[in-house]
């Protein structure tokens, strides 16, 4: 069952959990929004979250815990060697994925540095189905390169495919013969594709890229960072997986994977994060590198309770009704704003939504970062924190080139079970508002450009002074309502 039908006019997601604990919530007034957004230099990582009123600028480490993880929590063996916490985590992540050896880390890109440093050379080819930011930082510095060998389809914003994280089976097979399967260490398939919109692959697709894995000799490694999302798009697009468990569909995944890393910020809704494998050879190589990047053995960098609540979280994201929740209220999100004829990423995916900033200020050159200044602009309009997925977090080329990136999307978190549906409509509301009025928003450029991921902490300015006609824009508009 994926979603609870109504007796009257349209079903809506539903809510399959109840709130015990709320965290106050402040709308600063317009005026407010605007000096706050232009001293975090209109770059929405840098806000403060009291001026905050809606944070979808991540699903990570912000998703809301279960009452059972909490609990957990409480029991945690803190110890530096030997924490029977590490054995639970051990014992569930061998009962869910199949994998002997866990390596625990203290988040996502923790475990990219490790794998990054043991298999990475100078001159590696690594192919993938999209890069995410940290991933191709780490492969950048160990000397390799990013390859990605997407389908055609994964970069057309609006689309039916329901798998547009599938890898093209034969640029692949090209790319490997090309520069010699010698030189092509991995092969890494991220689940619910971050950059185009958290879009998933197929179980079909991996059983594909599996086989040309064996067939040159290749590992595979899956980023299951956003596995949840994926795992529910299978299950309810994938017709020959319907009628497979999610744990079963898990194991399948897990089971054409040589190594599977993730952030437990997103995945099992907690902190931290790991990798996973089988061979004992492949866990020696990592097992090295813990110590000393990560912490000893047995907590790799993460804190015992939060290794405790994993356990806990990986085992509810076995459940179909916990692991709809994000992409059915995503769905709603998306559908809503194409009712109002907002230009956004189809299907809806997992994570969150994604408004196509290339097409909602199209007069925004590439240059002057479409998807940031739309971000800005979302949180003068309403106090919500979205983040930029587009030309903004590419890094410059050798020569000092902007690499114009291939969409320009204002992503909307939705960390999992945080926001009502009141909250959304909220949000499709103010970027209606947005639309009406986007020939007011302009351009940004830098001020402080810092040389990897930039996004992070880089500082700019609006071209003009359109931040400032926006706000007043609104107030006129709204009155004295915030
Ligand atoms: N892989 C994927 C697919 C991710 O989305 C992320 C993080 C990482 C790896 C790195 O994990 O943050 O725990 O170090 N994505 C976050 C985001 C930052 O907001 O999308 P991390």
Known sequence: ???????????????????????????????QRL???????????????????????????????SDRQIAAMMEADDSYAGSETFYKLEAKIKEIFGKEYFLPAH???????????????????????????????????????????YA?????????????????????????????????????????TNLIGGQPFSMENMRQVRDICDKYGILL?????????????IKVREESCRDMSIREITRAMADLSDIIYFSARKLGCARGGGIATSSPELADKMRELLPLYEGFLTYGGMSVREMEALAIGLEETMDEEMINQGPLFIAH??????????PVVTPPGGL??????????????????????LAAALYIAGGIRGMERGTLSEQRDENGNETLANMELLRLALPRRVFTL?????????????YENRKLIGGLSFVEEPKVLRFFFGKLVPVDDWQIKLAAKFRQDFGDSL
């Not at 969150?352 to 940031?372: K, L, R, S, T």
């Open 152 to 192: 055609d389809v994964a970069l057309e914003a609006s689309s039916k495919h329901p798998f547009k994280g599938n890898i093209d089976i034969d640029k692949l097979t090209d790319l490997i013969k090309k520069h010699g399967p010698e030189n092509v260490p991995f092969v890494r398939m991220e689940a619910g």
């Open 221 to 233: 490694v899956l980023d299951a960072s956003l596995l949840a999302d994926n795992l529910y798009f």
């Open 35 to 65: 000096k706050a957004i232009s001293e975090a230099g209109s770059n929405t990582f840098l806000l403060r979250n009291r001026d905050v009123f809606l944070d979808m600028l991540t699903d990570s480490g912000v998703n809301a815990m």
């Open 422 to 434: 009141s909250q959304v409509m909220y949000a499709v509301d103010r970027i209606a508002w947005l």
């Open 352 to 373: 969150g939504c994604h408004v196509n900033a290339m097409e909602f200020v199209d007069h925004i050159p590439q240059e002057q970062y479409p998807a940031g200044a």
């Open 1 to 31: 069952m994926s979603q609870i039908k109504f007796y009257q006019g349209e079903s809506l997601p539903l809510e399959m959990h109840k709130v015990r604990i709320v965290q106050k919530l402040n709308l600063i007034p317009v005026e």
């Open 333 to 342: 999100m998306v559908q809503e704003l194409e009712k109002r004829g907002i």
């Open 107 to 149: 988040q996502g890109r923790a475990c990219e540095h490790i794998i990054s440093k043991v298999f990475v050379k100078n001159g590696s080819v690594i192919p993938m189905n999209y890069h995410f930011t940290t991933t191709k930082s780490h492969i950048t510095l160990c000397g390799g390169r990013v390859e990605e060998v």
